[in-house]
């Protein structure tokens, strides 16, 4: 499928302000040739007191990365 070696070359790190470590147990990509998606599974889930969630994306091989935050409240 060539979606698989786009996204193969994607890391992604979670982080939360209490420290919590996310890991990765799942995922899946797919498409037509044109369009793509991804969708990868983390655990554990974010504590109760979490406030925030930190994902960071990363391009093998390039100095290109992107941040996005997510309010759990």
Avoid: H, N
């Amino acid at each position: 499928m060539p979606a698989v070696p786009v996204f193969e070359q994607i890391t992604t790190q979670i982080s939360d302000e209490l420290g919590t470590e996310y890991k990765q147990v799942g995922g899946q990509v797919a498409g037509d040739g044109t369009e793509w998606y991804a969708i990868w599974t983390y655990q554990p889930e974010p504590p109760e007191d979490a406030r925030e969630l930190t994902i960071q994306f990363t391009s093998e091989g390039t100095d290109a990365s992107t941040e996005c935050r997510i309010s759990l409240r």
